[in-house]
């Protein structure tokens, strides 16, 4: 019974954590698509969507960031677009090409 406390506990703690990452500052700034991919998802069901899209933004200074993107930004932004990036946590808000 203890070890279902405890597992219980880090459970909450890791969705805490999470919530609290994801709710961060909204940034900002000038970048291009370098790649992209899918992530099978654990949280599916056989008549859902079972992966996680992810692109990969290239900023001006070298430095690279990955970002869960929605079906429809994963479906349009094509790899060396170059626009302003906006994000919060590790999720695309928005992205308008240049």
């Not at 700034?29 to 969507?49: C, F, H, I, N, P």
């Not at 429809?72 to 090409?97: H, K, M």
């Amino acid at each position: 019974m203890s070890i279902f406390i405890v597992l219980v506990i880090i459970g909450f703690v890791a969705m805490l954590i999470y919530h609290f990452a994801s709710q961060g500052q909204k940034l900002t700034g000038t970048a291009t698509v370098v790649s992209r991919r899918l992530e099978l998802s654990s949280m599916g069901s056989k008549w859902a969507d079972n992966y996680n899209r992810l692109m990969t933004f290239r900023f001006s200074d070298g430095s690279q960031l990955e970002l869960y993107v929605s079906k429809e930004a994963y479906a349009v932004l094509p790899d060396g677009e170059t626009g302003q990036l906006v994000w919060q946590g590790d999720q695309l808000i928005s992205f308008d090409s240049d």
